[in-house]
């Protein structure tokens, strides 16, 4: 028998205007569908537009084009059985842990009584039983956010969503809490139909959902859907586990082949953001580990998350310096070159493959090399930018082209006066 679909999302595009008749977009032809007895991840890097998909469907965002269906029929507002939970636990200080849990009852046609037994039963069944009088600053992080999927449960979803729920916990309390919701999913006491969990965390993800929905970013697109038919409990050392990882992994890199097809189709390369001394030290602690390593066992042995090494990965394939295969990053030659040369060699192949393959750097020496003051003001590069990025993002991408610019002794830049500026004009080879 065919799963009944609780949400269908069709054609969602989310844009923004930043400007006058300027317009950034988030998401673009997001066509997905959530199944009965199914936890979906959502997972991408930083600016996939993760969230802001998560609010889409929860009715609390209205995207610019497309439509949310929930079971058959348009999403047009907020739903009362699609529940939220947030990364901050969004608790009111001046309530206690029932009261708390009571606020997300008001307003859906129960009396007092129905208020009382809903709200206890949710906390018993996160097992906050004992606490009902406590107020949260009595309380730790994991129990605060206890209170969070409880009031969220409370109602009796039947979509329940999770936006980083355990990102702001330690690792300890994170773990034991992500047990507890695939111990209620499992053994059928979670009151929702399907869940739906926003999270970076690859590991997060292969350990509780049974699909992952990978999002590339700028704009956050489906890249690929993936089962995840693993038996429960999760065995993280299991063969199948660690290919999974590496899976995922992959195809949250973009490869080198990727980057010109994106530049013909108009998208505007995007920099990863990471320095020039992190990306030599990630280089070189591959190159001493003889220029292969997989990325999760490096990810665990540097304790990073996946938004710091993979911009530090993702920077190093589009300096050609390294590839992604099979989860497993890769030095180039010219990596290996790079990691062995003196201060100067390193200096010369960087700015070798800056010019070759970094958009914005050959953008920033065309213009400085055709002024005949070799002077420009951050702001012309900062116009430019925000036709594709938003007004952070523009200033986070001149940032990341000045610092790898600077390193590279192509440009210099003048902190006082906003500008950029050839130091030596006449020996620029363009």
């Known amino acids: 028998m065919e799963k009944e679909i609780i949400l269908e999302t069709i054609g969602i595009k989310k844009s923004f205007m930043v400007g006058k008749g300027r317009e950034i977009t988030v998401l673009e032809d997001i066509n997905l569908k959530i199944y009965s007895d199914e936890f979906v991840s959502i997972l991408g890097q930083s600016g996939a537009g993760k ?3 998560l609010r889409i469907i929860a009715g609390l965002v209205e995207p610019t084009e497309g439509q949310v269906l929930y079971k058959g029929v348009p999403l047009k507002k907020a739903n009362a059985k699609i529940a939220v939970v947030f990364q901050s636990f969004a608790l009111f200080p001046w309530f206690t842990v029932l009261e708390n849990v009571k606020v997300g009852l008001v307003g859906i046609g129960l009396n007092e009584e129905e208020i009382h037994e809903k709200a206890i039963k949710a906390i018993d069944l996160v097992g906050l039983d004992g606490f009902e009088d406590a107020y949260p600053r009595e309380l730790s992080g994991g129990m605060r956010q206890r209170v969070g999927i409880a009031r969220a449960l409370a109602v009796e979803p039947e979509l329940l969503l999770m936006d980083e729920p355990f990102s702001a916990l330690d690792v300890l309390t994170a773990d034991n809490l992500r047990g507890d919701i695939i111990d209620l999913w499992k053994e059928g006491k979670m009151p929702a139909k399907a869940i739906v969990l926003v999270t970076h965390n690859i590991e997060e993800a292969l350990s509780m959902s049974s699909r992952a929905v990978v999002l590339t970013h700028n704009p956050g697109k489906i890249k690929a859907e993936i089962p ?9 050392n299991s063969r199948d586990f660690k290919f999974l990882l590496d899976k995922i992994y992959t195809i949250l890199i973009k490869s080198p082949e990727e980057i010109p097809f994106l530049l013909a ?11 020039v001394g992190a990306i030599a030290g990630l280089i070189e602690l591959v190159h001493d580990k003889g220029g292969r390593v997989d990325i999760y066992a490096l990810s665990s042995e540097l304790s990073m998350e996946v938004d710091d090494i993979f911009p530090l990965i993702e920077a190093s394939v589009i300096l050609d310096f390294g590839e992604v295969r099979e989860g497993d990053f890769i030095l180039t030659e010219k990596g290996k070159n790079w990691a062995e040369a003196d201060t ?18 050959k953008q920033i020496m ?3 090399s055709t002024i005949s003051k070799h002077r420009v003001s951050e702001e012309f590069f900062i116009d430019i930018l925000k036709n594709h990025f938003t007004p952070e993002e523009a200033w986070n991408q001149l940032e990341t082209a000045i610092d790898w610019g600077r390193y590279a002794e192509l440009f210099a830049y003048d902190y006082d006066a906003g500008e950029l500026y050839l130091e030596e004009p006449s020996t620029i080879d363009m």
Request: no cysteine; hydrophobic share 40%.
């Open 51 to 53: 969230s802001t998909l």
């Open 265 to 275: 189709a108009g998208r505007y390369q995007f920099l990863p953001h990471a320095k």
């Open 344 to 361: 100067l060699e390193k200096k010369e192949i960087f700015k070798d493959s800056a010019l070759q393959n970094v958009q914005l750097i």
């Open 366 to 368: 065309q213009v400085l």
């Open 228 to 236: 995840l038919e693993l038996p429960y409990p999760r065995d993280r």
